[in-house]
Every structure is written in C-alpha cells, then in structure tokens.
C-alpha cells in the first residue's frame, strides 16, 4: 500500500544510481571531472525547459578559496558524522536513519550546494568575465551560518568580512549581476547578503523583490527522489494514515492546532472525527510525551508515515512560510498540507505566517508558476477559537473529497518542480525555475543602472510566556518578530516602489502623508575668504512626491537613497490566555482596536538622498615655476546647531573665525610648513533642531549631559553619526564614478561649535577652531611627515584620531564595536583601547577614501548607529595599526 517505488531503498544513506559517480565529494580541482558526469546523467534534467536561459545566459564564476565553499562542505559533514550521521551533505540522495541533532534540520539548507554543482555542470559558464551575464559568488552563506550557531543575522561569520576583498569585478555598475548563495531563511543571513540585489534564498522577500528569489529548501531524502517514489496520490486508500503532523508547538497558533488534534485523536471532550473519515492520527511532538512518541522519529520513519498520510497540517512556525521544510516534506510526499490563513494587509491579503505577515506571493518559491493556493487546504486562523477546541479539525475536514482529490492532483503535477533532482530522469526541477527567475531577474535589473534605492525594515523581537499549566516543548515561551522579510533591500531606483502601494487600506486610518517624503541635505550658504578658505552651509531640504513617476524622477538624482516605511504595519502574535477558568487563544488581529494609530495610520515612504560632493577648486598657473599646479585640499566636515537661523550665532561669524585660524595655523607650522597651495572646505550640517534631520520622526531615548550642560539623546547621536557615514559614502561613490574631485585630506569633526561671541566659537570640550586645525596639521605635518600622494599604495594609508578619553575613564562607555557587531560580524577590528575614547576629530587621506568598501558603508549609512565610534571602526580595518595615530586632548 505504499506509495514508494517496490525496489526503493529506505534506510541507505546513498542512492544507488548516484553513489557509482567517480567523485563523493566538493574538491576546489574536481569540480569540472566530477559534475562532467551529472551532465551526461542528466543533462536533460537539468536543462530540458526554459530555452531562453539556456541559450542566452552567461554564467562566470569566482575561484574564491576552498574556505569559502569546500571546506564549509567537509566541515559540515564531519560534524554531522561526529554526532550520529550516516549521510554526507547533498553530494547525493540519502535519508538519515536516526534524529541528528542540529544537523538534522540543517540538511534544508543545503539547496546552494545542489545549486552551485549544477550550475558548473550546465555549460553555460564562461572563462572570460567580459562576457558575463551574471557573476556567481561560491560562498555558502547558508553553510557558514549554520557553523556558526545560525544566529540572527549571522554575526558569527568571520568569512563575511573577507568575502568582498575576492570579488574583483564587484561595483556600483555590477553589483546586481553578482549572485549571492545564502539558502537559509533570509533573516539568518549576513547584513551584507541580505543587500545584495541578487540573491537566492528561502525568503521572505520585500514586496517581491525581483532579484530575491526564493528557492525551495533543500530535501534530500532518498525516498522522496524520482526513482523511488510512485504517483498513486489520488487513489486515497492507498493512504491508511488520515492525519499526520510533527513538530515543536513554539507558538500559540501551533499550541492550540496540536492540542486539537491530540484531542480527536484520544476521543476527548467534543473531539471526534466526523462521519466517513477513516484512518489513523499520528502526532509527533518534540519536546514532550504523546502516543508513547518521545521527540521525533528518525527522518527514514517520517518519509514512509507521510507517503502513507492523506492529510499534513504544517501550521506556522518563525519563519515565512507554513513550516518551510515540513510544507515542502508533506508536499513531496503527496500529502495534501493544511495550513493556517491569517489576513494581512500586504500584497494579496493572506499570509500563512502571521497576522499581517508576509503574503503568501513574498513568502513562497516560484508563485508565478505554482499556485499555492490550489495545492493546500486553508483554514482561517479565526477557526481554532471554537469553544469547544476542535475548530481548526472541524473547518479542514469539512472540505469535500472531490476538492481534496483535485487539490492532490494539482499537487503531483507540481511535485517536481519543487524537488532538486538528483537522478537521470527528464524533466523540470527546481533547479530548473530557479535558473529561470534568475535570468528574468537579470533582465529586469538591468545592464548597468547608476542609482540604487535600500529599503530599511529593522526586525524587532520579544518573548512571551505560555501559560504554566500548558505542558510544551517550546522552553516556555514563543518569539514574536515584527516580520520575515530581509531588513535591508537594495535594488536598482528604476525598480523601486514604496511600501505604500504594497499596503492594503482596508482598516487604515484615513488621511496622514500621502506620496512619498525625500530629504537631502543641500548647499544653502556659501562664503571664500582670501586665506583659501571655503565655508559650506548645508540644510535640509524636503520634496514632498505626489506620484509613483516623480518619486523615481528625485531618486535618480542621487547614486544611493535610504528609504523606509512611517507606520509601517508589523506583524501580530496570537496569544495563549485566560478566559475565565479555562486557558484559551486571542486572536491579537481581534482583540486589536482598529483606532490604534500605531497599527492604522496610513504608512507613507521617507527617503533620504546622499549630499552632493563639494565642488573642488579650479588649477591655478604657478607664477613662479610657470607650472599648472593642483591644491592641496583639505575637506573638514561638521554639524552645527541652530546657527542658521542665528540662534547660536552666524554662519558670516563662524566663516571669519575659521578663516583666521587656518591662517594662524599655516604661519605658525614653520617647522613642517602647510604647503602654501593648501586649500580648506568646511561643510557644516545643520542639525538642529535634530527632531527634523534625515533619520525623521520624534526624538526618542533618554538623555545625556555633555561638559557644556546641553542635553543628548541617542537619537541625537544616529543622526549625527548618519551625516558623517552619509557624507563620505558619498565621496565613495564619486570615486566609484570615477570622480577626480576628490579631497587629498578629509577630516570627520563629530562635535558641534557653539558661538561664545562673535569671534570666539568652541565645541563641548573647551576646542577652538584653532585648536583643532593647529593639532591636526601637527599630527599630519609633525615629525615623521605623513605621506599624503600615492592613491593605492598601502604606506599612504594612515588614520589619525584626536580624541578625549581614556580606556580607563568608563568601563561602560559605548564603543565602537557594539553597532559593528550588531551589522557585521562578532569579530570587530577596533581595539580595546579605543573603547571608552570619544573622537573629536577623525583624519584620513585620499588614499583611505578609495579603499573603502562602497557595500559596507552603504549598510552602515541605512541602519540606526548611534554612536561616532562607528566611523572609528570602518575606517581602522582598512588602516595597518602601525599607521593609526592618536592624539589624546585633555
């Protein structure tokens, strides 16, 4: 009565027909020998559909080193096989015959491996970069991550930092033509994966991201392979097991759907199953005691109970989809699956994760081909409030046989599309679609667009208690997050929409901003004295866009914008509560008052453009030498507070005074002499009042006094330190551009001045202009000279901080580090002794500017970064510490 093929092997950890190939495994110098062989066995597989892709794309592939693809493989093998493991990792089909810890579910997450071998085997790859439509990066993310610990994130990846260093042909023009491997859920991924514009992962992803592409996870048990498993789908008797489900009840949803099922199962209270339905309930919950079922089974007994299984609830788990690998096991089984609908007000309205979670079209693999809809039974997530605790049984079992038999049906006609083939049998596989949505992505993308969009959606996250009596498996408690889509989104401007026209306005609130809201700071005032001095006011300027066309129309005008959602809508948990003297799930989308603004105003996009560059002052024709000589340009950045409109004194006042300075300072530097052609910008950032800069919204945070007596919150520091990451970001993208306007000189001033009279100006540690221009040239000019030519040599790459402070000062001051590691990696490159310093002023030459990397500034400028020593610590990792000078000011 099975529905595995008579001669299926069940319990082998490799398929017969795939275990004669002359390699089992990844080796850096096999590759091509090894993968020649797939394509003889299948070739047509791999390539039988989809022409256009075939014919057309060019693939190029990095040769990174084996620690970034190989090893990862091996390395997980060996931990795998160190705790119980008879399989290897997706060289060939094999079922586990016992529960591996961790490793086990991590097996899903090996579709990249798959991915990359087939890719290298289809002839599509080219030698020549040149005439590359895409760029494939060999970096298992995925594989790393779950190394790793597979945290949020991945912060523990050391080979993220590393990664980009490799990828040569990497650039503004060619960034969304490299593809990024990361088949793990899109969350779990590095920041800087999550920003690529060509990735492939298990998703969600933002408003159907084109270049996102989700792939199905990674099943490689041998049963479920073509060879082994056998349609007999519609014949129902086939199937003597009408309920089947596994899991871990970690959320109320989950809790409430297993306690349902138990209860039909054992016949208590009102659970009985309804007249004409036969067969047997199976439930295995880890975690805890049922039907004599401790934990689950191993993986071999789950494959052969789901192809005897007509029914598969997979209610919701963390992650975007209906249990993601469970969906994708019950379905390559031939289990019809039910799943939980929850409304959303996103895209089109369901969401089988969450209340307001993402829809079913940014969630799942594939939904311009398969439609998921027609493959499941969905229940309302309102039905399992029956009072009698059966609803969620009650509402699927309701569904007529002819249905169910027409929803199996669909179901095997798309089975293979879902699976990643490992035979020789023809046809599509998943493989196949996903070779498709990438070359449509590719043609979307375009060839080379000049400006790109990052929509930013911080996830945030809390816990909740279940309550004591519910015996779980689950520690206790359920995570709530705010969504599962990526956090930081990048695409070409051209592509762009605001979140706004993915928002469904049933239940929103009406009026509130309409359109979208860009701001960029822009030259207001600007003043020259005779001393070669120039003096930039910079104020916000705010565009509010009426239409879809001109929002793309303000975009374009700068390389890079920050975009994100006011009043986004976030997700909302069900809850497990009291309800008299029983324990009852709330559904929150019902207890929720449709007043609430934090849920219902009309959200609206708030972008934010790069500042434009400084304009660089004109050759001149030395007299003396009868030469063209360029200036020597020193570019000083900071922001001011109320002195545009006069409160802190005037922007004439503070030109003057700076001006005089850079003359005492250049007539006082004998020893070491300014080179009398130097020349100083300042650009002032007017700040104030800080409820209005460029991060927008209400000021928020405690406070805290400086020296002076004023007050700060930690929102005064993320706009501030944004303006800093912002500005120079966006002198990296000149460069990029292939600007020679560039400063030879840039210095980061993160303190504001403020006007003591009309000649005398001082920042909160008691610095006058003087001062800081006197202390600088003495660290640039003093014993030792500091090379300021040579744009790519390493010894002209040096970094100079002047700063008050000392490691000893406050155990508990914030560094520099605290923002890294929350974006980048665990492994920061600042120093210990840099933790309790405040940066007064940060200096830098040219050659630093161009050794930055663009993708890991533009993730800093697009996340909250409250504090300067974030600057600090981009600029140091590309600094040898012998170059790194500090200057303490006391």
Not at 53 to 60: A, E, T, V
Not at 88 to 98: A, K, L, N, V
Not at 527 to 545: K, M, N, V, W, Y
Not at 636 to 665: H, P, R
Request: net charge neutral; with cysteine.
């Amino acid at each position: 009565s099975s529905c595995l093929h008579p001669k299926a092997i069940t319990h082998h950890s490799r398929a017969p027909a795939i275990s004669k190939m002359p390699c089992d495994r990844i080796d850096s110098r096999g590759w091509t020998s090894c993968l020649v062989v797939v394509v003889f066995l299948s070739g047509k597989v791999f390539f039988a559909a989809a022409e256009s892709w075939q014919s057309n794309l060019r693939i190029f592939v990095y040769n990174l080193p084996k620690a970034f693809n190989d090893d990862l493989v091996h390395r997980t093998e060996e931990a795998a096989r160190a705790k119980g493991s008879v399989c290897d990792y997706m060289q060939t089909p094999c079922s586990e015959t016992g529960m591996v810890p961790k490793f086990a579910g991590a097996r899903q997450f090996g579709a990249e491996v798959v991915i990359l071998r087939k890719i290298r085997a289809s002839g599509l790859v080219v030698h020549d970069p040149g005439l590359a439509d895409i760029f494939v990066v060999p970096y298992f993310a995925a594989a790393d991550c779950v190394l790793g610990g597979h945290h949020w994130r991945c912060i523990s990846s050391v080979l993220i930092q590393e990664l980009f260093v490799h990828l040569k042909y990497y650039g503004q023009f060619t960034r969304h033509r490299h593809l990024f491997l990361g088949t793990a859920d899109i969350h779990s991924m590095p920041l800087l994966i999550q920003a690529q514009p060509l990735l492939l992962s298990l998703g969600a992803r933002w408003m159907g991201h084109p270049g996102h592409i989700i792939v199905p996870p990674m099943v490689a048990e041998a049963d479920l392979q073509p060879g082994a498993f056998i349609n007999c789908t519609a014949v129902v008797e086939n199937r003597d097991i009408l309920l089947w489900v596994a899991g871990t009840p970690n959320n109320a949803v989950r809790m409430m759907l297993f306690n349902n099922i138990i209860d039909v199962s054992k016949g208590r209270g009102a659970g009985t199953l309804p007249p004409g339905e036969k067969g047997r309930i199976i439930v295995h919950v880890a975690g805890r005691d049922v039907q004599q079922q401790k934990g689950p089974p191993p993986p071999t007994q789950m494959v052969r109970e789901m192809t005897h299984a007509q029914l598969c609830p997979v209610p919701p788990a963390e992650n975007s989809n209906a249990g993601t690998k469970r969906l994708f096991d019950v379905v390559l089984a031939g289990c019809l699956p039910i799943v939980v609908a929850f409304p959303t007000h996103w895209g089109s309205e369901v969401s089988w994760w969450r209340f307001n979670g993402a829809p079913i079209e940014w969630s799942l693999p594939f939904p311009n081909v398969i439609d998921w809809r027609r493959l499941v039974i969905e229940v309302p997530v309102e039905a399992l409030e029956d009072s009698q605790g059966i609803g969620f049984l009650k509402a699927a079992l309701a569904v007529p046989e002819e249905i169910r038999r027409a929803k199996r049906e669909y179901l095997m006609e798309v089975r293979q599309l879902l699976l990643y083939d490992f035979s020789a049998s023809a046809g599509r596989d998943a493989f196949s679609l996903v070779m498709e949505e990438i070359y449509s992505a590719v043609r979307l993308l375009g060839i080379g667009p000049r400006a790109y969009v990052c929509d930013m959606h911080m996830r945030s996250f809390k816990e909740r208690d279940f309550p004591d009596q519910w015996d779980h498996g689950a520690n206790g408690r359920q995570k709530e997050w705010g969504h599962t889509w990526t956090e930081v989104s990048v695409l070409p401007v051209a592509l762009w929409r605001s979140g706004k026209s993915e928002v469904h306005e049933r239940g929103m609130k009406d009026g509130g901003v309409r359109g979208t809201r860009v701001q960029q700071y822009k030259t207001t005032k600007e003043f020259s004295t005779e001393d070669g001095i120039r003096f930039l006011l910079r104020e916000l300027d705010i565009i509010q866009s009426s239409s879809h066309t001109q929002d793309i129309e303000t975009l374009m005008t700068s390389p890079f914008a920050f975009c994100r959602l006011i009043h986004q809508s976030h997700a909302c948990h069900d809850y497990m509560g009291q309800h008299g003297t029983f324990t009852s799930l709330f559904l929150c989308n019902l207890q929720m008052n449709p007043d609430s603004p934090e849920r219902f105003d009309r959200p609206w996009a708030l972008c934010r453009l790069l500042p434009p560059t400084v304009p660089r002052s004109p050759v001149t024709l030395s007299s003396a030498i009868g030469e063209v000589e360029r200036p020597l340009e020193f570019e000083l950045v900071t922001y001011l507070c109320n002195v545009s409109n006069g409160v802190n004194g005037n922007v004439e006042d503070l030109s003057t005074t700076w001006g005089s300075a850079w003359t005492k300072v250049k007539a006082e530097t004998t020893e070491n002499p300014m080179p009398r052609n130097s020349q100083l910008s300042i650009v002032g950032y007017e700040a104030c009042p800080l409820a209005d800069a460029p991060s927008g919204g209400a000021l928020a945070g405690g406070k805290q006094d400086d020296d002076r007596g004023k007050t700060k919150t930690k929102r005064d520091d993320d706009v501030i330190t944004k303006l800093f990451l912002q500005h120079t970001l966006s002198l990296i993208h000149s460069a990029q551009h292939g600007s020679s306007g560039l400063p030879d000189v840039i210095m980061l001033m993160p303190t504001t001045l403020s006007s003591l009279s009309s000649t005398e100006w001082t920042n909160p540690f008691g610095m006058q202009p003087w001062h800081l221009l006197k202390v600088a040239a003495s660290a640039i000019l003093g014993p030792g000279r500091l090379e300021l030519g040579g744009d790519s040599e390493r010894d002209s790459r040096w970094l100079v901080i002047i700063a008050t402070g000392t490691v000893d000062d406050d155990e508990h001051a914030p560094d520099g580090c605290s923002k890294y590691t929350n974006f980048f990696n665990s492994k920061c490159p600042l120093p210990l002794e840099f933790a309790a310093m405040t940066p007064v002023l940060i200096i830098f030459p040219r050659a630093v500017l161009l050794s930055l990397r663009l993708e890991e500034w533009e993730l800093a400028a697009s996340l909250p970064a409250d504090t300067p020593k974030l600057l600090l610590t981009l600029l140091h990792r590309t600094v040898d510490p012998g170059r790194v000078f500090v200057h303490q000011w006391r």
